[in-house]
């Protein structure tokens, strides 16, 4: 078995105006989990439809700011010290309706390869 290590926070990568800081990704976690910090400007709409995952649960935990996820339909503000999980298939979004900048903790599981986490579509 392979001692795990602490490592430094990942790449950060752009998609239009989020950034993504990937902090875990399968292969450091044996495939049980992807995690990563987005952070999204204030005022900024997510400029993405809505989308769904039906290979694994995304929880997200707030850590500044906030962000309202749309979960089915429901309206849900994840401010700091917040989680909202969102469980498979079910169509979301989130947009950063207030006047600071937001950020959250997602955490996927199982994990998920990260390009294919920003190109899902609801079916």
Known sequence: MTVPTARSAGEVI???????????????SNGSVTM???TV?????????????DAYEETVYGLGGVL????????????PGQSLCI????VHRFDNDGGEDAKILSVISPASSRPTIF???PP
């Open 119 to 121: 190109m899902r579509r």
């Open 36 to 38: 990563f910090e987005v």
């Open 41 to 53: 400007p204030a005022g900024e709409k997510l400029r993405a439809p809505a989308h769904s995952h």
């Open 68 to 79: 309202t996820f749309t979960v089915d339909g429901r309206r849900n503000d994840v401010a």
């Open 14 to 28: 752009h998609v239009g105006p989020l950034e993504i800081c990937y902090l875990v990704e399968r292969a450091d």
């Open 87 to 90: 469980p498979r298939g079910a």
